[in-house]
């Protein structure tokens, strides 16, 4: 450890890390650098700003499994408000940094410079190889220190504006490439986003979260009217809802902007309604209306900016009556092919469209510079009912994943008194209605086909499936067609049990036919059961290609015939050849009890029936949906 007085009041400064370079006092807010043994003042700097901040000087962590102590700290501005970053010395004498962002803190260590590198050929969305790994840059911007406190590795400048660039890779990976002036090769800091419980400080060591009460019940600079402020720390800008007047949030005071235009009609979820989405409690602080033109129409939708002091901020999406809760997500996890499909979490995503995004009226409170007129590139790949929201400008990119919500549910969440409009039309990201039944009918039609095979199985298993007259008949070429000269009658047979009876005719016609008339007759009752099967067979060459129509065989079924004595009688017509008088003959064969495949066809068919419908109905509902897609 090293102490003295500071050159510029007195009082005692001490430097009790290694690494630190200069230290700002904490009675007159000079930075005092040490070379070699002496103390020597390089300006003043500005005092910590209150924030929202847990973090506070030497207070004590520990980071896989090696312990750290908070040394410094620096706020840092671009004209919206400041923001905190931590020096940490480990025990081990490695350093780092820990920056907060809407919740999540990146803690990230000092990997050196990197040659070659321009800030100029960096831009939000693109992709950034950098020390064998693949990162998406998502955001490019400037700032500079306003404040500080503590012990710094690096003297202070305050009227440095230095340039920087934030890039996320998978599982939380995350890098900062600082430029300091623009030119400069930039100092890479690498590391990952962590929770507040994963930084391993005790709750005793963190500050209490104080909420700035002079902004609380602040009042509107132009009508005077009460604004009550639900996150006054992050509030960067307010918009009255009783007169629409912008107001700016600068050090705990509001300044006036400019005036909005109120919305037409009353919000769906009122500023300041608490709902639970996700496991947890958000209130709605904030109010946009969007909108996009495509082919001369507009599209308008509204979005509601939700708030939980451990979470952050996300959002509620309304168009036409649907809803998605949107949550960010780190571009560094999600591999985009843009415009076409986007992979998150094992999922694809497919490219639904791509749009400029227009804000068109404000209302409540934001936790950056809203603008009226702001416009954005806005891509939205899908995966109902998930999706995936790209929206960038020239120095940012932000990835949101939706998830889509039925309005029973909104409205159950925030216990809102009046009814949600019903849906209108279908939404981009909406569950298909109809996949769950198409999933249910396959299934079920898998079941039952199980058992109509084993049922069929079971039945040809049980039939006798027994030949009993198997005779080839021949009509004399006296015969006349349909006559008594051209019937036979079979030997008689005996059916031993009830059941069903196969008919098959064969008779070998070509350019020709042949009518047969069946007759089964009962020889104890005297009843008869009749078919008849006609059998014809043409060929021929026209204009040289050869063609041909009609069978020489046929079969048919007969309804279950008792048992009992049997005789076939069967009559033949044809048409008559005069001068070429011939022998006809034909082939009968009687199966008794022969399965048929008839009854398992029409089965199959009813079975297929469902999920054909399904399919359709579900075919249907996707292509109403692509059909509002512009890609």
């Known amino acids: 450890m090293t102490q003295g007085k500071c050159p510029s009041c007195g009082a005692m400064v001490q430097f009790t890390a290694g690494s630190a370079q200069v230290v700002v006092c904490d009675h007159c807010q000079t930075v005092v650098a040490r070379k070699g043994l002496d103390f020597e003042s390089h300006g003043k700097i ?4 209150p924030t929202d901040s847990p973090l506070q000087l030497r207070a004590q962590g520990r980071f896989q499994k090696t312990a750290y102590t908070i040394v410094g700290h620096l706020q840092k501005d671009h004209g919206e408000g400041p923001w905190d970053e931590w020096y940490v010395e480990f025990e081990d004498g490695r350093t780092a940094w820990i920056s907060e962002s809407e919740g999540v803190f990146h803690l990230m260590f000092d990997m050196g410079t990197e040659d070659g590198v321009s800030l100029d050929d960096m831009h939000p969305g693109e992709r950034l190889h950098l020390r064998d790994r693949a990162w998406i840059i998502e955001e490019r911007g400037h700032g500079r220190v306003t404040a500080a406190e503590g012990q710094l590795p690096n003297d202070l400048d305050p009227t440095q504006d230095a340039w920087y660039v934030d890039a996320t890779g998978p599982k939380g990976a995350f890098v900062t490439l600082d430029f300091g002036t623009r030119g400069h090769t930039p100092e890479v800091f690498m590391g990952e986003a962590l929770k507040l419980g994963q930084l391993g400080i005790s709750a005793g060591q963190l500050r209490p979260r104080v909420r700035k009460v002079e902004l609380q019940q602040a009042r509107c600079t132009e009508c005077n009217g009460n604004l009550e402020l639900r996150a006054p720390d992050k509030t960067l800008r307010v918009v009255c809802p009783y007169c629409g007047a912008m107001l700016g949030v600068r050090q705990g005071k509001l ?62 999406m309304n168009s036409n009556g649907h809803w998605v809760f949107l949550t960010p997500l780190p571009a560094g996890e999600v591999s985009l092919v843009p415009e076409v499909s986007a992979f998150f979490n094992g999922r694809r995503y497919k490219c639904f469209q791509t749009v400029t995004a227009v804000t068109d009226l404000v209302l409540g409170e934001f936790y950056w510079t809203v603008k009226v007129g702001e416009r954005a590139q806005a891509a939205e790949y899908v995966a109902a009912p998930y999706s995936v929201s790209v929206d960038s400008t020239d120095d940012e990119v932000t990835y949101t994943h939706g998830e889509y919500l039925a309005p029973e549910v909104v409205q159950e969440s925030f216990r809102l008194k009046e009814p949600l ?37 079971l039945i040809t298993a049980r039939a006798s499936n027994t030949v009993v007259l198997d005779q080839v008949v021949t009509v004399p070429h006296t015969a006349n067609s349909g006559t008594p000269t051209a019937m036979n009658f079979s030997e008689p047979f005996e059916l031993t049990k009830r059941g069903n009876m196969k008919v098959e005719v064969q008779a070998p016609v070509l350019n020709d036919w042949l009518g047969i008339q069946g007759d089964l007759v009962n020889q104890d009752t005297n009843e008869v059961v009749s078919f008849y099967e006609e059998l014809s067979y043409y060929r021929g060459t026209t204009d040289g290609e050869s063609w041909s129509e009609g069978s020489t065989g046929g079969s048919t079924y007969l309804s279950p015939l008792p048992a009992g004595k049997y005789v076939l ?50 075919h249907s509902f996707e292509t109403r949906r692509w059909a509002e897609s512009n890609v």
């Open 46 to 49: 500005g005092s910590i700003v």
């Open 255 to 316: 300044s006036f902007l400019r005036l909005l235009e109120k919305p037409a009609r009353p919000l769906l979820i009122p500023l300041g309604t608490k709902g639970k989405l996700d496991g947890t409690e958000w209130i709605c602080i904030g109010f946009l209306e969007r909108s996009c033109t495509v082919e001369g129409i507009r599209y308008p939708w509204e979005e509601y900016l939700l708030y939980n002091a451990s979470r952050g901020f996300t959002w509620l």
């Open 569 to 618: 009688r069967t009559t033949a017509s044809f048409t008559p050849e005069p001068g070429r008088p011939r022998d006809r003959s034909f082939t009968v064969k009687l199966t008794h009890d022969a399965p048929q495949g008839t009854w398992f066809c029409f089965a199959l068919g009813l079975m297929v029936l469902g999920p054909l419908v399904s399919v359709f109905r579900s």
């Open 421 to 457: 409009p019903r849906p209108d039309g279908v939404a981009p990201s909406q569950p298909n209605p109809f996949h769950g039944g198409l999933r249910s009918s396959l299934m079920w039609m898998g079941i039952w086909m199980v058992a109509l095979f084993a049922l069929s199985a």
